[in-house]
Each structure stands twice: as structure tokens, then as C-alpha cells.
T-cell receptor, first 112, second 114 residues
Framework: GESVGLHLPTLSVQEGDNSIINCAYS??????FIWYKQESGKGPQFIID?????DKRQGQRVTVLLNKTVKHLSLQIAATQPGDSAVYFC???????????FGAGTILRVKS | EPEVTQTPSHQVTQMGQEVILRCVPI?????FYWYRQILGQKVEFLVS????????KSEIFDDQFSVERPDGSNFTLKIRSTKLEDSAMYFC????????????FGQGTRLTVV
């Protein structure tokens, strides 16, 4: 069946350092991936997405890497700030799918 | 910036009672979703809705659940007879398309069943 999981449940980083959050997925038919950020008491907020025909996509301070060979997705946050503290979820969708499957989530804590 | 809005923000109900959670999706979006998140767990898909009908639903979305788009702006989730295990955050989301488009989430309704 479909499943999306994360390697590390909690990540603590020093302010200013780079953060890397990892995600493994098992559905080889998934072809669209999204990273969401969820702050306490709020809904998931879109960060960045990537299609399966790409292996890297950059946004403002964030980069998503996709390795389809090993079904692995990562989110890199440059110069991590206290405001980046949140739970980060990866989510996947298939081309003919009509739903997002979310991973378990990683808590990012930024130490000042 | 357009956003998905949900009401109420918090709903407390007695076990066995019916609840209706309300959502106003982004106006030009065509696909609507309900997700739930039990405290401390991941976001789980419940149902997707397009063209006035359910397009996909999960095993969680049993006969106790129903969705409706009663007018051109609202999208509701009804739970007919709530159970203690229905306590969770319920998120509504919408997207302009289905392929390669992100879903925009509301702030959620916290449902507490006592």
C-alpha cells in the first residue's frame, strides 16, 4: 500500500545553520511531492513542491531534492531561523490521484 | 491573499450527537478535501470532492460521515453520531486542479467529543 515516512521525528538545529529534513516514500507511482510546514494550532502551509520529472527545485531559502531511485525526498532550509520552528510534513500524490498522502512529520526546533 | 476559512475553530460535542463542520474554500478552486489530524499524529485524508460528488474517500470516511456543497461557497463535513475517537483537528483544503497543484489548507476545526 501507499506509505510516506520520515527518518527523524525531531531535528534540533542552531539558528543560522542549515537544516535537512528527510522523507521516504514507497509508492513508485507517486509523481508529485509537496513539503508542508505546520505551526502549532494552524493548518499545513505549502512550502515547496516538485514533480517527478525533476530532481531538484529551489525556492527562497528552501530546496527540495528528489531521488526516485531510492524513493527519497529531502527539504533543505538554509540559514535556519527561529520562525522555521514547526512540524514539517512531506506529502505525495499520484498523477491520477485525488488526495495527498502525508508522512508522519518531523519536528524542527531552532535554538537561538 | 485568498484563503480557506473554517468554522467553528473549536467544537465540543457529546458522544452520539451530530456535528457539522463548515468550510469556505478559495473561490475559484474546483477540488475540495477534508483531512483530519489526531493530536500528535500525521494528517490523514478523509475525502475529496469534485463536480458536486465524492471523487475519492478513505476507509476512515464511513457511513457516519458525509460531505455537501450546499451552495456555491460552502463545503461541509457532517458526522452523524460522533464517537470519542472522532476527536481531532479537521482540516478543509481546496485546490484549483488535481494534477500537480498544491492543496491550500484552512486553519482547522478542533473537534472534542466528550
Amino acid at each position: 500500500g501507499e506509505s510516506v515516512g520520515l527518518h527523524l521525528p525531531t531535528l534540533s538545529v542552531q539558528e543560522g545553520d542549515n537544516s535537512i529534513i528527510n522523507c521516504a516514500y514507497s509508492n513508485s507511482a507517486s509523481d508529485y511531492f509537496i513539503w508542508y510546514k505546520q505551526e502549532s494550532g494552524k493548518g499545513p502551509q505549502f512550502i515547496i513542491d516538485i514533480r517527478s520529472n525533476m530532481d531538484k527545485r529551489q525556492g527562497q531559502r528552501v530546496t527540495v531534492l528528489l531521488n526516485k531511485t531510492v524513493k527519497h525526498l529531502s527539504l533543505q532550509i538554509a540559514a535556519t531561523q527561529p520562525g522555521d520552528s514547526a512540524v514539517y510534513f512531506c506529502a505525495e500524490n499520484t498523477m491520477d490521484g485525488n488526495k495527498l498522502v502525508f508522512g508522519a512529520g518531523t519536528i524542527l526546533r531552532v535554538k537561538s | 491573499e485568498p484563503e480557506v476559512t473554517q468554522t467553528p475553530s473549536h467544537q465540543v460535542t457529546q458522544m452520539g450527537q451530530e456535528v457539522i463542520l463548515r468550510c469556505v474554500p478559495i473561490s475559484n478552486h474546483l477540488y475540495f478535501y477534508w483531512y483530519r489530524q489526531i493530536l500528535g499524529q500525521k494528517v490523514e485524508f478523509l475525502v475529496s470532492f469534485y463536480n458536486n460528488e465524492i471523487s475519492e474517500k478513505s476507509e476512515i470516511f464511513d457511513d457516519q460521515f458525509s460531505v455537501e456543497r450546499p451552495d456555491g461557497s460552502n463545503f461541509t463535513l457532517k458526522i452523524r453520531s460522533t464517537k470519542l475517537e472522532d476527536s481531532a483537528m479537521y482540516f478543509c483544503a481546496s485546490s484549483p486542479g488535481v494534477e500537480y497543484t498544491e492543496a491550500f489548507f484552512g486553519q482547522g476545526t478542533r473537534l472534542t467529543v466528550v
